[in-house]
């Protein structure tokens, strides 16, 4: 949990007495959580300060084993039973156990391990959001800024799916694992514009941000005609001031988008789809996995291990 607003030094592990679960409710042993940079976003001060937030459950996904559930215990692919492996997309996700609503417990995939479940369908259900928000289809040519990150390779591996050339951005270091995804890969940085010119000579129909910059939007905004085609996940008060799309921070309209896809997405997991684990964490180093996400440029996910 988080105790106050600040860096990852405010991350503590309190014992929390869970009880049995409720009406609709499950009660799920976790296996393994994901790490997302709104994980610490969230307590940094960067969505306020409201003290009523504290102490800050957190972590929204995880994976593991259903042990009780309560009446009506109903999720999007039926009813969920005790030894069910699922996959837990609810808020305090960072736990050893967790009760969440049986709408959130999904069944796991078999083409995913423990790690991979707990960090798939959050970035894959935004990279669909983008994806299908911006009409992607066979043909287009679509740049992606971010694509060596945990949603910018997956939007990478959905848009190729759907027949589109795909020029994605990375660090030089990353450049190679975006090849691997099927796509143009060009450093980010000083001239992009005009490497992404040269590898796209007959023009960039989409632009798909996953990283804020002002240099990923400028170059956005110079190559696509069209704004209604520009997405991004993370630039939104350049999004307002420009004209063009912005999705997840409470949008309901992509809040059921990305809901809609989860069934979807699983049945891609592992062939269409792929998640890369960067690395493992103990449940009790939440605070250093926080740390290093936050500085390093992992190729892939942080995982927590109770
Ligand atoms: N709106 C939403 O619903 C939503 C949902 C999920 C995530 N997000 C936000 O979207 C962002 C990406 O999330 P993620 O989980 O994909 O993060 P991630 O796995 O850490 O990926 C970050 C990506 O940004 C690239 N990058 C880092 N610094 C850059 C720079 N100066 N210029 C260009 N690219 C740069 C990285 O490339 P290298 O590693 O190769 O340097 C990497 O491809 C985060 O801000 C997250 O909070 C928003």
Not at 15 to 27: R, Y
Not at 103 to 127: F, H, I, M, Q, R
Not at 212 to 236: N, P, Q, Y
Not at 238 to 252: K, T
């Amino acid at each position: 949990m988080a105790t106050a607003f600040g860096g990852p030094e405010v991350v503590e592990i309190r014992e929390v007495d869970l009880g049995e679960p409720g009406d609709g409710m499950v009660l799920v042993e976790v296996r393994a959580a994901g790490v997302n940079p709104i994980d610490y976003k969230l307590y940094s001060g960067a969505f306020g300060t409201d003290s009523s937030r504290l102490p800050m459950p957190l972590g929204a996904e995880a994976s593991g084993v259903v042990l009780a559930v309560g009446a009506n215990a109903d999720g999007p692919a039926g009813p969920v039973s005790v030894g069910d492996e699922v996959i837990v997309l609810a808020d305090g996700a960072y736990a050893e156990r967790i009760i969440a609503p049986a709408g959130s417990v999904l069944p796991k995939p078999a083409s995913l391990d423990w790690a991979e479940a707990a960090s798939y369908l959050l970035t894959a259900a935004t990279a669909w959001d983008i994806v299908e928000l911006s009409g992607v289809g066979e043909g287009d040519c679509v740049l992606i800024h971010g694509a060596s990150g945990s949603v910018g390779s997956q939007a990478v591996q959905l848009a190729v799916h759907r027949g589109a050339q795909v020029i994605g951005t990375a660090s030089p270091r990353n450049l190679d694992a975006v090849r691997a995804l099927g796509a143009v890969a060009v450093p980010y940085g000083d001239g992009l514009l005009d490497r992404v010119r040269t590898a796209a000579p007959d023009g960039v129909d989409v632009a798909l941000d996953t990283v804020g910059t002002d240099e990923a939007v400028d170059v956005s905004l110079a190559l696509v005609e069209d704004r209604t085609r520009i997405v991004t996940i993370a630039a939104f008060g350049r999004a307002a001031d420009e004209g063009f799309p912005s999705v997840g921070g409470g949008n309901a309209e992509s809040a059921a988008r990305r809901e809609r896809a989860r069934l979807t997405l699983l049945d891609l997991a592992g062939s269409v789809v792929t998640v890369t684990i960067a690395a493992k964490y103990p449940l009790d180093e939440a605070a250093r996995a926080h740390r290093e996400l936050g500085t390093n440029h992992p190729r892939g996910k942080y995982v927590l291990e109770p």
